[in-house]
């Protein structure tokens, strides 16, 4: 995972690698309330839920990309940031998967 944060110009002044982090269940569960996966069909209405939740997303992105300073997160794009999300999402519940079932 990796993103670039740009300058005004547009032009790419940094980036920075992301890492697997071992995902929390709060994690998990912040950015599916932040998203609110189920219910989003298009991805105007995935950006309204960034966009609603920018700072506590932000706060989770972090530990992901521990070099990205605050103000880096605004100036990143949108359609560099919705894919590692997605990533993030998916990661997390591959880890849940890999929870071994216990029959009673």
Not at 8 to 30: A, L, M, Q, Y
Not at 75 to 93: A, G, T, V, Y
């Amino acid at each position: 995972m990796k993103l670039n944060v740009y300058n005004k110009d547009g032009e790419i002044i940094k980036t920075v690698e992301g890492r697997n982090i071992d995902i929390k269940f709060g994690h998990i569960r912040s950015i599916m309330k932040l998203l609110n996966v189920d219910n989003i069909d298009d991805t105007y209405d995935l950006l309204n839920s960034v966009y609603s939740a920018w700072e506590k997303l932000t706060e989770i992105l972090s530990e992901c990309f521990p070099e990205m300073e605050e103000d880096d997160w605004e100036n990143i794009r949108i359609k560099e940031l919705i894919p590692e999300l997605i990533q993030i999402i998916k990661d997390s519940f591959a880890e849940i998967l890999t929870i071994p079932k216990e029959k009673n």
